[in-house]
């Protein structure tokens, strides 16, 4: 099964800092979108559930 690949809808065409994510029954993908060839990273569910809410408490961003 391929993977449907997603940008946050945060995300403008213009800035250079965009990524992708797909969820699969593998768990979580995440690539460059400018470099879609380049490959991706891999991660499993616990991995990325932890990831999501580190992110989301604040741990990752600029003071």
Known sequence: ?????????RS????PECVEIAL???GAGVRDSKNRAGGGLGF???QWSRFVLTAK???FDLR
């Open 1 to 9: 099964m391929q993977r449907e690949w997603r940008k946050s809808s």
């Open 57 to 59: 408490n604040g741990v």
């Open 44 to 46: 499993g569910f616990a």
């Open 12 to 15: 403008s065409a213009a800035g």
């Open 24 to 26: 699969d029954a593998a």
